[in-house]
């Protein structure tokens, strides 16, 4: 995946999660719309996940290094 698809998509799903938030404060629990702005939030965060685990998994292997695998190919000791 692209950096600028991933980017669109963190924005899009952010701005989903922070308008229905926001406009979820003004409605009452009793109605539709309630409803629907909560699987609006729902979607967003679904998505947010989506996109960390699909550029999780896009990324090198190399990029994905622990200071311990660090110090290990360098044949430091850890204190």
Known sequence: MSP???LAAT???LFMIVAGGL???MVSRDSAEFVV???TIGIGVAMLVAVALLSRMGA???ARRS???EDEALG???E
């Open 23 to 25: 406009t979820l404060l």
């Open 4 to 6: 600028e698809i991933g």
């Open 37 to 39: 702005l909560v699987l």
């Open 76 to 78: 430091r000791e850890r």
């Open 11 to 13: 924005r899009i799903a």
């Open 60 to 62: 090198p292997r190399w």
């Open 67 to 69: 200071k311990r695998d």
